[in-house]
């Protein structure tokens, strides 16, 4: 378990000083902007298919499962194989996972954000449920006034972007690959931007994991390549 909590001190601090920090400002700017142009509300009525909504629904139990089943396999095949090359991949995902989750949830507990109406799949409204009403601007600021679960920014955007940003920050020499690789978090964030999360969750998502992402990625590249 040592693996997992590498520079985990360092790398926290580094989630949040310098221009890193600066990140997270632009994710909270960019989500007023959004907000207050009611896009986001837009985008929710845009995106009300039956077609979307089965699309999205796998992603929503594959960003949940992957962090939960894929790392423990590639640590397996490192412990099976002897590959401390695969234990150090494997710890690094780990650690940018747990970070990513985290953080997002920590930010939740103050943005209290209310989710949108997510078992509204259809044109305009629900039957029995009346008219759809805009909460979009909806913040509960506080602590633990929305939860943990729910809200802002998107979790499994966070997350998904987290892994894919540190694994492509220790795969740096295969390009092809790494392009590749974003379709997965783009795929995760994309579908829980028209389900259960606002598209301004999606975005701050992708930029606070990107960030998480890239420190943890960068503290374990020289543990990575020297094994």
Not at 14 to 43: M, N, P, Q
Not at 142 to 158: A, E, K, M
Request: glycine residues 10%; charged residues 10%.
């Amino acid at each position: 378990m040592t693996g997992l909590f590498h520079c985990l001190p360092r790398n926290v601090l580094g989630i949040f000083t310098g221009r890193k920090l600066a990140w997270h400002a632009l994710a909270i700017f960019l989500t007023i902007l959004i907000v207050e142009s009611d896009f986001d509300w837009t985008w929710y009525l845009w995106t009300r298919e039956e077609t979307l909504w089965w699309l999205a629904r796998p992603a929503i139990i594959l960003g949940g499962l992957l962090p939960i089943l894929g790392i423990p396999s590639i640590l397996l095949a490192g412990w099976v194989a002897k590959n401390r090359a695969y234990r150090t991949l494997g710890w690094a995902l780990g650690q940018a996972a747990l970070l990513g989750y985290v953080i997002s949830s920590s930010y939740k507990a103050f943005t209290g954000r209310i989710p949108p109406p997510f078992t509204m799949r259809f044109h305009g409204e629900m039957p029995s449920h009346g008219p759809l009403v805009d909460t979009s601007h909806g913040f509960q600021l506080g602590f633990l006034r929305g939860g943990i679960f729910w809200g802002w920014p998107s979790g499994h955007t966070t997350v998904a972007f987290a892994m894919t940003v540190c694994l492509i920050a220790l795969w740096a020499r295969h390009k092809p690959w790494c392009y590749l690789l974003l379709l997965y978090p783009l795929y995760v964030g994309l579908s829980v931007s028209v389900s259960i999360h606002w598209f301004s969750e999606f975005v701050a998502g992708v930029i606070i994991g990107s960030v998480i992402g890239t420190v943890v990625g960068n503290c374990f590249k020289d543990r990575y390549t020297t094994n």
